[in-house]
């Protein structure tokens, strides 16, 4: 162990009695908050009664812990995180000067104890949260030198890498699974290592981490997020039957998001895009902030159906993605699909290609306009050759018991 691990192992985080028994409730209170089913997208917390109250009772008891010991640094660390929870299910609210509060309390709780690994990956997830890679690496590598054995820094660090460098990703979620391969997060690890695998298109090993996750996560939030996973992972191998049990599988949990991935099966896979067009239908009745309705304009025109509707839907979300994402796979295809093959090309040149994208463009409606041309046919291939080799290499380091 190092030094600092040391000091960190003999610390003593309160003398208060009754602040750490209020801490562990609520600990215990935040563990379940996490780990309860939800949705995979939810337009905001406020929308889900049930979860904002959870939510609400947790931050409760994470100040009491502060009003009864206010030098707890863990005590902040845990408000922190309960804040990060909220900020996480914001997709439709900003909830202003709430990272700046994550940030104050990171800060804290550091201006406390100088070693905690927490406090480092909390400002780095606002830092994060800002677009800030830099400054989140730094952090992130700050507590790696504290504690190098620390299960939630080398975490961190996976998910930090998972797809900007899918070889560093794995090799930090694979350590994390060895310092801990049974806690309560050993299921969003292998969810993370899914998606580590899902970026570099090796599809059967993240068809099996999903699975692992599913395995052990128990109708969890872990649960949503690996058959959200798996939903995409078959849907980029082109097996529907596959993808429609998933998505079954999905929407019997009460997660609505997974008729977006049915109606996709429908439209892409199995050449039904009325019954794609109806499902787009349900998923907007019940999600009216649900994203990316050009995917339903498409399927409108594509069956001949109230194509004044499917124009206003595909300027709508053209708009948004315009704004909001200038370099995005989507608003590439948007481009295409419009005849604009200039800012087509010019996005799919800078445009990360992750989710198992090289392979969902063979088959997207969206990219029609450009599939016979010569470049489009280079630019797919340089991205497949690029899956191809990262994947060799990181089957060749996995050989060898380098990862």
């Known amino acids: 162990m190092s030094p600092n691990e040391q000091k960190n192992i003999a610390r003593v985080s309160t003398k208060n009695i009754k602040a750490l028994d209020a ?14 089913f939800q949705s ?27 009003e009864l010991d206010s030098t707890m640094a863990e005590g902040y660390i845990l408000k922190a995180k309960t804040l990060l929870f909220k900020y996480n299910y914001r997709y439709k609210d900003n909830f202003p000067g709430l990272l700046d509060s994550i940030a104050s309390l990171g800060q804290k709780a550091l201006s406390l104890n100088n070693n905690s690994v927490d406090a480092f990956i909390i400002l780095a997830n606002y830092y994060r949260y800002q677009g800030d890679q830099k400054s989140t690496l730094q952090l ?23 797809v900007s460098d899918p070889e560093k990703g794995i090799r930090f979620l694979r350590k994390s699974l060895r310092l801990d391969p049974l806690s309560i997060w050993t299921p969003l690890v292998y969810n993370s290592l899914a998606f580590s695998y899902l970026t570099i298109c090796d599809f059967q090993k993240s068809e099996y981490y999903y699975k692992k996750s599913i395995a052990l996560s128990n109708n969890s939030s872990a649960t949503a997020n690996a058959v ?78 109230k194509p004044e509707l499917a124009q206003q839907l595909f300027d709508s979300s053209f708009a948004r993605e315009k704004e909001n994402h ?29 989710w198992g994208m090289p392979y969902l463009i063979k088959i997207d409606p969206l990219f029609d306009n450009l599939r016979n041309d010569k470049e489009f046919k ?10 191809t080799k990262l994947r060799e290499k990181i089957q ?6 380098e990862l």
């Open 23 to 36: 801490y562990n409730e609520a600990l215990n209170s935040y563990v379940k908050l996490i780990l309860a």
């Open 40 to 66: 995979t997208w939810s337009g905001s917390i406020l929308s889900n009664q049930k979860l904002y109250s959870d939510y609400l009772k947790t931050l409760s008891l994470c100040n009491m812990v502060l």
């Open 140 to 162: 992130l590598e700050n507590g790696l030198a504290i504690s190098p054995n620390n299960f939630e820094v080398n975490r961190a660090l996976g998910d930090h890498y998972a």
């Open 228 to 305: 959200w996973g798996l939903e995409v992972v078959y849907g980029r191998m082109g097996n529907a039957d596959s993808v429609l049990k998933y998505t079954d599988l999905g929407i019997r949990l009460g997660d609505n998001n997974a008729i977006y991935f049915k109606a996709e099966a429908y439209c892409y896979l199995k050449n039904d895009c009325a019954k794609a067009a109806q499902l787009y239908e349900d998923l907007w009745t019940k999600i009216h902030e649900h994203n990316n309705e050009h995917r339903w304009a498409i399927a409108l025109w594509k069956a001949g159906k």
């Open 326 to 354: 200038p370099i995005s796979y989507d608003l590439a295809g948007m481009y295409a699909y419009k005849g604009d093959k200039e800012n087509a090309y010019r996005i799919l040149r800078e445009v990360g290609w992750e």
């Open 378 to 387: 280079a630019l797919l291939q340089k991205a497949l050759d690029e899956k």
């Open 396 to 401: 060749k380091m996995e050989d060898a018991g």
